[in-house]
Structure formats: structure tokens, C-alpha cells
């Protein structure tokens, strides 16, 4: 057994203090706590990528700069031709080399509740993280708060979710176009849920020097691919591809990816059964008595359960065969509040069918 001592030699204290990321096992269960698109895809689409699988050469590195697959990705969501476009092996790695890239004691700015591994890389890299509240009850942000934040603390970088996770709204634009233009680094918009929200910011990254746009196919429907991508201005893309490592970018991933992205029909009805059962659902878990679910513009809703009940009822969910998200130990505004992801019809009946008998 390694004693103490040697671990606080050779580790920093910031890593030493930290709880890592944990997975919940979902063998046997309904899985609907990580935003996944619950849909498979039809058998001859899958005989078709598999047919592209065949050219892949396991015994080569893959093109370091993943040209073919950025191509596709500039296109099918018109990046202008100006910006730069940084893949990476998820948003997380994408996270990580924006942080790394920031000088030492530098400030990371983001609301709360938020994504966890804003501060979570910020934190491991010895980086000064600020998290504002949001408002109560709309989760809208606290603009003035964050004003002030930005005035007194010259953030670096500033995260925006939209939607946020794991509120599922989207911020006000007024609110983010004072934040932008008060921001004196850069501001990331991560538009992980893009593909069910009605609005984006990556028309006006060009209008915007100091804004990037961080999306991921993870919630499309391609999260066992592990890529995400950021757009920007070209200067700021190419210091950040000097933090990258080489072949970050699997040729496997590279591959299926592309193949995906050049058949956006695969995915066109998943979205739109996935954006209606997120209506449904929503008014179902609104009419029982005790739960306030909140709108939501992205692949999940959050919904308040009785006071000091969440564990329990996520507990008994858990007993009917169904996975979902506890945030009631975060405490704060996701006090007594659970989060369960748009699944297949039949998924949500299930977990309606679990959440009712446990309350």
C-alpha cells in the first residue's frame, strides 16, 4: 500500500483533492442518465458503414489533421470558411486544452449549475474557477452578478452552456451579447444539444473575435464515437492545435463519423421523435402531483421531486429497472432535483410508470 506521504511528493495538492468522474453501471436497466440518443440505426445503414470499414488501414496512423471528416463538419454546419475548426476526442479534451493554454492563476468563469467538467479540468490545472448562481427558479443567468464577476476578476475564459446542462434552458441573448462584449478573453459557447435547440451561436463567431463555438456529435447520436469540435477565429484555433496531441482523432472515429455526417437522414426523424417525446413527457411529468419539470431545448428535462425526497425516489426508479440522474447532492438550485433523458416512447412510459410508484 502506498503510503501518504509518497502520493503528496509526487502529485499536485489540486490533483490529490479531487474525486474522480464516476460512471453509473447501467447493466439490466433503462439507461436515461447520459443525454445518448436511444436509437439504433436501421440494419442496411449499418451494413453500409460497415462497408466503409473495410478501407480503414489499422496498421497507419490517421491523418493527424482529419481533413475529409473537417470538411464534412465545415459543411453541414456552415462554419465560414474564415474560422478555424479544432477537432477533439470529445468536448472534454477540448476543455482541457483551453484551460491548459490559459496562464498560470488564471481566472475560469461559469454559471451554476453547469457542466462538472468546466471546474473539474479547471481545478486539476491549479486555475482560479468562479461559478455565479443562476437565478432561482428560471436558471436564467444572474447578468448583473456575472458583470460584476467580469469586472473584478478578468476572466481568461468564460464558459456558456446553451442549453445549459443540466438546467436545459437557454440563456438569454441579450444577457450573453453583454457578457461577450464586457468578457476581456474568450467566451466558449458549448452547443453540445445543438441538434434539439431552435438556436445556435455559430452564425456570429465571426462577428466576434474573442468567441468560439464548442459543439459534439456525442448527443446526435454518436456518443461512442468520442469527437467534438470548437470553431473560432484561425489565430486562436491554431494556438490551441499546438496544445494538441498528434492523431487524436482514431481513424475508426474518423471514418464512421464522416460517414454519418454524409447521411444527415439517419439521424433527422431521431431528432424530431426525440423533440416530440421531450413535449410529452414534459406534460406528463408536470400533471403528477409533487414534480416540477422544467422546459427544456435539449435531449433531457430536470424535475424537482417533493422536499428531501430526490434520493429516494431515484432509488425506487432504480428498483423498476430504470436509470436516471441524481443531482440532489449537488445541493443549491439542484436541491431535491432529478435529470432523465428523452428516451423511446416506450422508454418514457416505463420510467413514468417507475417514477409514479415512487412517489
Known sequence: MLAQDFLQRIFRPAVLG??????????????LDAMENPYHWPDSVIDAWLATMRNCELNRYPDPEAQKLSAVIRSTNSIPETSGVLLGNGSDEIIQLLLMAL?????????????????????SLELNFLGVPLL???FELDLPKMLEVIRLHQPSLIFLAYPNNPTGNLFDADAIKAIIQAAPGM??????????????????????????????VSKLGLAGLRLGYIVGHATLINELNKLRLPYNINILTQASAHFALTHPDIFAQQILNIREQRSLLLAALNALEGITAYPSAANFILFRTPANQATRVFENIKQHGVLIKNLAHAGGLLQDCLRVTIGTAAENTQFLHALKHSL
Request: glycine share 2%; aromatic share 10%; hydrophobic share 45%.
Open 187 to 216: 467566451v466558449i459557447i458549448d452547443e453540445a444539444y445543438a441538434p434539439f435547440a431552435d438556436s445556435s451561436y455559430m452564425s456570429v463567431v465571426s462577428d466576434y473575435p474573442n468567441v468560439l463555438v464548442m459543439r459534439t
Open 103 to 123: 496562464p498560470q492563476n488564471s481566472v475560469v468563469l461559469a454559471p451554476e449549475p453547469g457542466f462538472v467538467m468546466y471546474k473539474q479540468v479547471a481545478v
Open 18 to 31: 479531487l474525486s474522480a468522474y464516476k460512471v453509473a453501471d447501467a447493466s439490466n436497466l433503462i439507461k
Open 136 to 138: 432561482p427558479h428560471s
